[in-house]
């Protein structure tokens, strides 16, 4: 059974930075993209960046941009978010999301293009 676990979160300061990973078990699908979605309270569910399966990138240019990056391992069952220059705003349940209908897109930005989910992880960033 697929299963996306993120880890990493936690409270930190304003500035301050932070890194989240997602692994993914599981998988028997050739190719996937993977994701990272942020949702705070009372707000609707956020693209924050998406890696496809060629390792291409994009990020959410307006909230993210310069401060978060995306990475993954070798094996590529793992997404990282580095995340720096923390702000109050970046406060929120981070998830992780996988895509296997399009793999190999870079405008996958809405959570409809997503297919799997992690439970997510909560950063709060105090000012």
């Known amino acids: 059974q697929l299963r996306l676990v993120e880890s990493g979160g936690g409270l930190v300061q304003a500035g301050d930075s932070l890194s989240l990973s997602c692994e993914v078990s599981?998988?028997?699908?050739?190719?996937?993209?993977l994701g990272w979605f942020r949702q705070a309270p009372g707000k609707e569910r956020e693209f924050v960046g998406r890696m496809s399966w060629a390792g291409l990138v994009t990020y959410n240019e307006d909230s993210v941009k310069g401060r978060f990056t995306l990475s993954r391992n070798n094996a590529k069952n793992s997404l990282y978010l580095q995340m720096n220059s923390l702000k109050p705003e970046d406060t929120a349940v981070y998830f992780c999301a996988l895509d296997i209908r399009n793999p190999y897109s870079t405008s996958t930005r809405i959570a409809g293009g997503y297919d799997y989910w992690g439970q997510g992880t909560q950063v709060t960033v105090s000012s």
């Open positions: 599981g998988s028997t699908f050739s190719a996937y993209g």
